[in-house]
């Protein structure tokens, strides 16, 4: 079963604000992997204090060449999101929630595609593959419009010390193209069956 | 907390942790990790000459010690921790030097197998200071290493060595300087 990375590519809103380290758009900063070192990556956002959120959306399957995608395609949707805090002897706590074009959450009766990430201060940055969702909510398999509008959620909940910074989000798409169905009388290769 | 605070703050011991002026610098469930992630640095590179930031109570010097680097570099800028070090010192009869400043003091001049970070920032401008001095003074691709921390799986950057105590994933962070090598690259 292929799969494709969707990335960011708006920015909905950043409010209690994260700080951009370029620029002025959030999605900017999370829209491909780290620039460098960790101590000097210059395309990440960050936050010394807890409450900063902000939510963005993502490029539809369209723009990474799965022409036709439609209802049905999608086997999973995973959501990821690499971070970081190097001063050490501190934690933090991301919340990452899969939200739909209204800012609802996700998940059966909303709000259990919520998941939290907490980590100790590292000298690397941490990847977090969160939970593959096979339906939106629960029994629904996702629908095309459903992942074309896919939004994202990251809100530092905790946070003890020093500067948590987050370089990289992004959707993992698991899809697999329907096989189109062949009547009898249909031609194949010049030939009728 | 300030820098000249930290220099001068004595060292309390809790039940749980080891502070400096009332601001926790070392966990004690720390020690067992900490310890851990530097004999698998050393099972690894081999080094037989490693810098140190921050001696702390001496855990990680000790295992470095004990797994025979023989030229050993450690800065320690607290007043009291650094005569700790200094009596601790007197235990080896290996190269030992111990300097008692902050690491963005450190003029280099010398080349390491291993540099082992394991500095407390008590301001957010410490890191900065920190790696702006390393970028002066270290090498790219010099071999580099932080403090081992309980992961939650194994997609972390650069070199990290992973192990497992007590059912609980670390990775003992390793890196080569500005050379970062992403997770799953």
């Known amino acids: 079963m292929p799969s494709v990375k969707l990335f960011p590519n708006t920015d909905v809103s950043n409010s209690p604000a994260w700080t951009i380290s370029s620029g002025s758009d959030v999605w900017a900063m999370?829209?491909?992997?780290d620039t460098g070192h960790?101590?000097?990556?210059g395309s990440d956002i960050e936050a010394t204090a807890s409450g900063k959120t902000c939510i963005i959306g993502f490029y539809p399957p369209v723009e990474y060449g799965i022409s036709g995608f439609g209802d049905g395609w999608t086997n999973s949707l995973t959501a990821v999101v690499k971070h970081n805090n190097r001063n050490r002897g501190n934690s933090y706590t991301i919340r990452m929630s899969m939200l739909d074009s209204s800012n609802n959450e996700y998940g059966p009766g909303g709000g259990l595609y919520v998941e939290d990430v907490t980590q100790s201060a590292a000298a690397?940055?941490?990847?977090?593959?969160?939970?593959?969702?096979?339906?939106?909510?629960?029994s629904s398999a996702w629908t095309k419009d459903e992942v074309n509008t896919i939004r994202m959620k990251i809100h530092l909940t905790a946070h003890t010390g020093g500067t948590t910074g987050v370089t990289w989000a992004y959707y993992i798409l698991n899809y697999t193209e329907p096989v189109a169905a062949v009547t009898d009388n249909a031609v194949f290769f010049g030939s009728n069956f | 907390m300030n820098n000249q605070q930290w220099i001068d703050g004595a060292l309390t011991e809790t039940d749980t942790d080891y502070q400096i002026a009332g601001v926790t610098f070392l966990d004690k469930e720390e020690e067992v990790?900490?310890?851990?992630?530097?004999?698998?640095?050393?099972?690894?590179?081999s080094p037989s000459s490693v810098l140190e930031f921050g001696f702390g109570k001496g855990f990680t010097s000790?295992?470095?010690q004990r797994q025979g680097v023989t030229r050993h570099v450690i800065l320690e800028p607290n007043t009291e921790l650094y005569q700790a070090a200094l009596t601790w010192k007197a235990n080896y009869s290996t190269d030992i030097e111990i300097l008692n400043i902050f690491s963005w003091d450190y003029e280099g001049g010398e080349t390491f197998d291993l540099v082992y970070n394991d500095i407390q920032q008590f301001t957010l401008d410490d890191n900065d200071k920190h790696e702006s001095q390393m970028k002066k003074i270290l090498p790219e691709g010099q071999w580099y290493a932080g403090w081992a921390t309980e992961v939650n799986d194994r997609q972390v950057d650069d070199y990290p060595?992973?192990?497992e105590l007590n059912s609980k994933l670390y990775a003992q962070s390793l890196m080569k300087w500005m050379q970062p090598k992403r997770f799953g690259a």
Do not use: M
Not at chain 1, 124 to 138: H, L, M, N, V
């Open chain 2, 62 to 64: 000790t295992e470095f």
């Open chain 1, 38 to 41: 960790i101590s000097s990556d």
């Open chain 1, 30 to 33: 999370l829209d491909d992997n």
């Open chain 1, 124 to 138: 690397s940055w941490i990847t977090t593959a969160f939970t593959p969702r096979t339906t939106s909510d629960g």
């Open chain 2, 161 to 163: 060595i992973f192990f």
């Open chain 2, 33 to 45: 990790y900490l310890v851990k992630g530097v004999e698998l640095l050393c099972s690894q590179l």
